[in-house]
């Protein structure tokens, strides 16, 4: 009977065997790989990555992985290429195939199809294989055994492959300079689209501008915050940021027991605030928050006070 101990067992043990399957593959990494990337490199065609059964699942998400880092990819099934998407394959494109084996019957046949007028890279745990045999660039993924008791299900084997299909893209990424501007490119969407592309000036723009002169009254201080609803405003002088006042400032005020009748904004305001540009990502802003354990940020443009970001505008658009 299995135990929830045994269950622990079971699951330490495969994540064991894939990761010690994939730490071994440093050892496989030769010219044939160093040759691969530069061949896509220099290539002037796409790359088509093709397999079949659990090979074509990893195959579909290199395609992905080379598409969002900049290298024009398309998935194409091994046993459909032989059934007419092989016009999917130009003339100047690099195909990827992937078989664990290198001997499956669909791979035999598309393989003389491919190889008349295309170069073959092989990712492969067999490099006896036809497919080894037969390709230009081998990429050896041989594992010991499959994660799967029996050592039949495809588990440590394909995740061989995806690894290193891993190491083609980021090789591919760094030789092209490939920065987080060009991949904002490819991720506009989304969290991550988010991250790259918003602005500080695309959340201030909906807020309140809560400001006060140096020497406003308590009360007119306490009125400020509480409307324009942020927690916090800002003191100007002669159109100049000089300070920043929070609700916490009001609650230390008023538990120091201050005289609010006797106090004015310059005399509870903290000078040299946090601020950030307008134009700056949305990013940099949460980064200060963290980096200062504080809650609002006074956005300026030039010198010149336009408002305030709040760390709820970030999860409000799910930044964080």
Avoid: W
């Avoid at 495809?154 to 980021?170: C, F, H, Y």
């Amino acid at each position: 009977m299995n135990t929830k101990k045994n269950i622990i067992d079971i699951a330490k043990q495969t994540i064991s065997i894939e990761s010690k399957a994939i730490a071994n593959l440093i050892h496989f990494l030769d010219n044939n790989f160093e040759n691969a990337v530069n061949f896509i490199l220099n290539s002037t065609g796409r790359v088509i990555v093709t397999g079949i059964g659990k090979s074509a699942n990893i195959a579909s998400k290199i395609v992905a992985t080379l598409n969002s880092t900049g290298t024009p990819s398309i998935f194409m099934h091994a046993a459909d290429a032989i059934h007419g998407d092989l016009g999917i394959i130009q003339k100047d494109d690099v195909v990827i195939c992937i078989s664990k084996s290198g001997n499956t019957p669909e791979i035999k046949v598309l393989i003389p199809l491919i190889k008349n007028s295309n170069k073959i890279i092989a990712i492969t745990g067999n490099i006896d294989s036809y497919l080894a045999q037969q390709a230009d660039f081998i990429l050896n993924t041989t594992v010991e055994q499959e994660a799967c008791p029996n050592n039949l299900a495809p588990t440590t084997s394909t995740t061989a492959q995806l690894v290193m299909g891993d190491a083609l893209a980021v090789c591919l990424l760094k030789m092209k300079d490939f920065t987080s501007k060009d991949f904002a490119k490819y991720h506009p969407g989304g969290t991550l689209g988010k991250r790259l592309y918003l602005r500080v000036s695309d959340l201030v723009q909906n807020n309140a501008i809560p400001k006060v002169t140096k020497d406003e009254t308590i009360t007119n201080v306490i009125i400020e915050i509480s409307e324009k609803r942020l927690g916090v405003t800002a003191v100007i002088d002669n159109n100049n940021l000089i300070g920043i006042i929070t609700d916490g400032d009001i609650r230390r005020m008023l538990k120091n027991n201050l005289n609010i009748s006797e106090q004015t904004a310059k005399d509870i305001m903290s000078k040299n605030p946090k601020t950030i540009h307008i134009e700056a990502m949305a990013i940099e802003a949460l980064d200060i928050m963290e980096n200062n354990n504080i809650a609002q940020l006074l956005v300026t443009e030039n010198g010149s006070y336009k408002g305030v970001i709040h760390l709820h505008d970030l999860l409000k658009e799910g930044i964080i």
